[in-house]
């Protein structure tokens, strides 16, 4: 028997093979032994694994596993999996993994919890990326991720990857490996193909990102790329003028991965982080599924330009500026935006901004119109009136000259994926008619979140307490014409209306704002959501609401209302009396409950009473979970990485959205999401189609990045 918990630096182990410890760990082990650089690891064998589960859930496994072999439709396996998985998550954490995890680590520092199947990083199968791993992570935390990390071993992607190639799911066995955590200056993968009698020298490609390598695993951040003909000539690089490794670490990389190369005899796939000046390895697998041209050097002649990539989608087109008319199908081009280039903006193909991010005004309104938008290029870059220019939204990149066959590429291939199914449903998240009247053709169940606060911004030309007569009057026709436009584009589809969430501080800058709203420290946690529509001093306001709502029931049937910012089940219920009372019929449209703060979650058993369906509000339940205010942009991209302030890594906020699910789901209750999170974290799409979540709503202009993915993770390839 060995030890529970194995420390590489000192191993009582002489081997550690793949059926003892899983690919990935054996791989390390080997790495170890030979004194290559990799963080100091504890591995946790497939035999003590097992001690998690025993003698009456794992007769349950086993039965549901042959199960799954027998009925391995979607729909079958989806419920499988959930099985499956909700049996791990309802074990306790054996007391001898929890003792020797208290004896090897230390409190004083943070872990990544890894898993370690024994059929992954394979030279045939690699389930490269198929199991979960959870990062900077603390003491405490790590034996809970170690049971989650065997709970992903029976995702619907396993079962259908394995199905699907004939693997015996009873072979599905895992280990874990523990790593202190390495809080890197610069993270990168590196791909080693080796000379052969069609590759006459040695081939490395190495992509680059500072900070934690999640954006680069992700997808969400454009690499510094290198690529060598042999070890030692560099015959591309990204990006010269912005270099992500020195030379001095491009060739201590280099010598790393030829000594491993020669050790093994295989290709390789190698994940790499460096902190202060130190290389460490962190993941070593056999390169099986990467396409030759990935080593081919870039024959692009056209300069691009990298910025943030601030709202998805790709616009060709000729540049026009603020001080400009409008160019039609032009471009927007700044050096930052204001709300009163409004009017440009709905007028542009695109955006492109020399300063912000990705709460910047310019991203967050090409977000609402959903129009591809790219900031922060820096000041350096400028272009002419009438300059043709080529963006993309997703990857953060100007291309100057004309790149509209690129454009059509791209949609040629979104429009393939119109005819797939999938198990998860989208919808779209809108704010203006004009944005509905132009994504009515999209594939979309239906629209998963309406904002009034755009139209509420149009049409009102003073605080809605200070309206009276015939201005009252004008402002609800002006809203009403609005959402009717919306339901009329996506009829039969229905249509969820989020009743108005304006905070305070928005409130305030309306004409006469000042006399009617409090100055309050943090709006986000102020006078807002059901707290707001229930108060008497916002009565006059939402009557206002309700009459918009009366007559929109009128004329149309296939629309919801939302409530926001509910904080106990009890504030739900009066809201609902009140909508009965005020003569809407709540069996003709669905009463939605917008879950945003961890009291609810808590009241959620009760709330599902009240409500017909849920959704989930990612983005203030982000802000109220980790204590973060989202308005802050001290809270930056950088820290948050560094300290684990994720919503698709960090198991708790995970476990949260995990636990709304599956609440949702025990009430038989629709369950969706339409916060931010989704429309560009793809491993937050992963963990939401594995949790079997009705849809997810998304904004137009991310639907087919968002599509993409949920084929991908439901398929594992686009069919």
Not at 42 to 66: G, Y
Not at 661 to 683: H, L, M, W, Y
Request: proline share 5%; aromatic share 6%; net charge negative.
């Amino acid at each position: 028997m060995t030890s529970v918990v194995v420390d590489l630096c000192r191993p009582d182990t002489p081997s550690f093979p793949v059926s003892s410890y899983g690919g990935k760990a054996s791989q390390l082990a080997d790495l170890e032994g030979r004194e290559f650089p990799i963080p100091r690891t504890f591995l946790i064998s497939v035999e003590t694994i097992e001690e998690f589960v025993p003698a009456h859930a794992h007769e349950q496994i086993l039965t549901l596993l042959n199960l799954a072999t027998a009925r391995s439709t979607r729909e079958n396996l989806d419920q499988i999996s959930a099985q499956l998985q909700q049996i791990i998550h309802a074990l306790p954490v054996p007391i001898t993994i929890s003792r020797a995890i208290n004896l090897h680590l230390s409190p004083a520092l943070s872990y990544a919890v890894r898993s370690s199947s024994v059929l992954e990083d394979g030279s045939v199968h690699s389930f490269a990326g198929q199991s979960e791993s959870y990062l900077n992570l603390p003491k405490r935390e790590v034996p809970d991720a170690i049971r989650a990390c065997l709970a992903s071993l029976y995702t619907t992607r396993i079962l259908h990857y394995c199905i699907e190639r004939q693997i015996d799911l009873k072979q599905l066995r895992m280990g874990v490996l523990v790593q202190e955590m390495i809080h890197s200056d610069v993270s990168g993968i590196l791909f080693y193909r080796g000379s052969s009698e069609s590759l006459q020298t040695d081939i490395v490609l190495i992509e680059a990102v500072r900070g934690l390598g999640d954006r680069l695993a992700g997808g969400l951040e454009t690499p510094a790329r290198y690529l060598f003909a042999g070890t030692e000539q560099c015959v591309d690089s990204s990006d010269p003028t912005n270099e992500v490794l020195t030379p001095a670490e491009l060739c201590h990389l280099n010598l790393i991965a030829k000594e491993i190369y020669e050790l093994k005899g295989f290709n390789l796939d190698l994940e790499f982080a460096i902190q202060n000046e130190t290389i460490f390895i962190v993941q070593c697998r056999p390169l099986t599924s990467v396409c030759g041209s990935i080593f081919e050097r870039s024959t692009t002649t056209d300069e691009q330009i990298q910025g943030a990539g601030a709202s998805p989608g790709i616009a060709c087109g000729p540049v026009f500026l603020s001080t400009d008319r409008p160019i039609p199908g032009g471009i927007l081009f700044d050096r930052m935006t204001t709300p009163d280039m409004l009017p440009l903006i709905r007028e542009a193909a695109g955006i492109v901004t020399q300063q912000g991010g990705l709460t910047c005004h310019a991203a967050i309104v090409s977000r609402e119109l959903g129009k591809p938008c790219v900031v922060g290029i820096g000041t350096e870059h400028t272009f002419a009136r009438g300059e043709l220019i080529t963006i993309n939204g997703i990857r953060g990149w100007v291309r100057r000259g004309d790149h509209s066959e690129l454009c059509e590429k791209i949609r040629t291939e979104d429009r393939q994926l119109d005819d797939i199914r999938t198990s998860v449903r989208l919808q779209l998240n809108l704010s203006v008619p004009e944005v509905a009247t132009r994504s009515r053709s999209l594939p979309a169940e239906g629209v998963g979140l309406v904002r009034l606060e755009f139209l509420y911004a149009h049409a009102l030309e003073m605080h809605p307490l200070a309206l009276s007569g015939s201005q009252r009057e004008q402002a609800i026709q002006e809203i009403y014409q609005g959402l009717a436009e919306i339901c009329e584009a996506f009829a039969p589809r229905r249509v969820m209306i989020r009743m108005c969430d304006f905070k305070t501080n928005e409130y305030r800058q309306m004409p006469d704002g000042v006399l009617y709203e409090p100055r309050e420290e943090n709006p986000m946690l102020g006078w807002r959501g059901c707290m707001r529509l229930l108060s008497k001093q916002n009565r006059s306001a939402f009557e206002l609401e309700l009459e918009i709502f009366r007559r929109l029931s009128k004329s149309f049937a296939n629309f919801d209302i939302m409530i926001p910012f509910i904080r106990t089940a009890p504030e739900l219920a009066e809201l609902r009396l009140k909508l009965q009372e005020a003569g809407l019929d709540l069996r003709r449209h669905r009463l939605i409950a917008l879950i945003e703060t961890v009291s609810a979650v808590d009241d959620l058993a009760e709330i599902v009473k009240q409500a017909d369906g849920v959704s989930i509000g990612s983005n203030d339940l982000y802000q109220l979970y980790f204590g973060l205010d989202r308005d802050n942009d001290r809270f930056d991209q950088l820290y948050l990485e560094r300290y684990g302030i994720l919503a698709s890594k960090h198991p708790g906020f995970r476990q949260l959205i995990a636990r709304i699910i599956a609440t949702c789901k025990a009430a038989n209750r629709s369950i969706g999401i339409c916060g931010q999170v989704t429309s560009f974290d793809p491993e937050m799409i992963d963990f939401l189609v594995d949790q079997q979540i009705d849809y997810i709503s998304c904004p137009p202009n991310a639907f087919y990045y968002v599509k993409r993915q949920i084929v991908l993770k439901e398929h594992g390839q686009i069919l």
